[in-house]
């Protein structure tokens, strides 16, 4: 087999389960050094020892991403570890469902530093080491929802808009110093909450009717999407959002 990410040094934040985790054991089957993350450290942990057995390479720094010593930290392990971080892998989230006037300014907070602010924070953490090293690449796991707004979950849509401003520009600022940046919008897919069948029966409507192609996406879809955009193949891919949704966006 080709190995697509031979000895990169990849950080991914929130590994500890779904699409995070997927990415994490299909990066280490093609060679890359994986650092995961997050706040569930026995998950964690599960991950990185399903990763040695199978050969591979992979650390986990318990990390929560609103706390900025600790997302801090967790970049700088890479550097510590092996001198560099090639790709950095934006992908917590937390998703509560509310309406939109029923949010508090917690609620609001929390959201938004999670979701948006994690990846800015992280992302010029990493771009302090990459600048130096004259090259990088990250990506974002966005979601179908910066571009299709859905009742419920209107705070998390707003910062999943953000992101994809957050893409374009490093893309457009980095792009002469050797640093790529992507997005991938997801949209529903068998990970996370949609890994609770009485969720799937709940949104049965959205899945079939409200997904052309009529049924959930996968983790393997999302990982074998972030491969590619992280290999060398992809090199003129640069400030894209590459939407993974079953069409999902066009209803
Ligand atoms: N599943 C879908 O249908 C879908 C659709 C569109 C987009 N996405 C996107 O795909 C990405 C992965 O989601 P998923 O579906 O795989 O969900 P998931 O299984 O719930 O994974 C979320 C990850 O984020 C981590 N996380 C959350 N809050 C954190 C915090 N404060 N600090 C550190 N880590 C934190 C969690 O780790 P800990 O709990 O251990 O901290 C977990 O590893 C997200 O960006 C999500 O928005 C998913």
């Known amino acids: 087999m080709e190995k697509k990410l031979q000895d990169k040094v990849i950080v991914i ?53 609103l706390e900025q010593d600790q997302l801090k930290h967790l970049i700088d392990t890479a550097v510590e570890l092996y001198g ?38 992280a992302s010029i953490y990493a771009l302090e080491h990459m600048r130096k090293a004259g090259s990088g690449k990250i990506l974002n796991i966005n979601s179908v929802t910066a571009e299709q707004v859905v009742p419920g979950v209107g705070m998390y849509a707003i910062a999943k808009a953000g992101i994809t401003n957050l893409t374009k520009i490093i893309a457009l600022e980095y792009a002469k110093e050797g640093i790529r940046c992507n997005e991938i919008n997801p949209g529903l897919i068998l990970a996370g909450a949609f890994e609770d069948p009485k ?5 049965h409507d959205a899945i079939v009717n409200g997904t052309p192609v009529g049924r959930l996406g996968t983790i393997e879809e999302i990982a074998s999407a972030a491969l590619y955009l992280l290999s060398d193949e992809a090199d003129f891919v640069n400030g894209t959002s590459f939407y993974i949704d079953g069409g999902r966006r066009l209803i």
């Not at 989230?93 to 999670?114: G, H, L, Q, S, W």
């Not at 969720?199 to 949104?203: P, R, S």
Request: hydrophobic share 40%.
């Open 13 to 65: 934040t929130g590994t500890t389960s779904g699409i995070g985790a997927g990415m994490a054991k299909l990066f280490a089957k093609h060679g890359a050094r994986v650092i995961g993350s997050g706040r569930r450290e026995e998950k964690g942990q599960a991950v990185v020892e399903e990763i040695r057995r199978e050969g591979g390479e992979a650390h986990f720094v318990r990390t929560d991403v």
């Open 199 to 203: 969720v799937v029966e709940w949104a």
């Open 84 to 121: 560099r971080i090639d790709i950095l892998v934006n992908n917590a989230a937390y998703e509560p469902t509310k309406v939109f006037a029923e949010n508090t300014y917690e609620d609001y907070r929390k959201v938004i530093d999670t979701n948006l602010g994690s990846y800015i924070m």
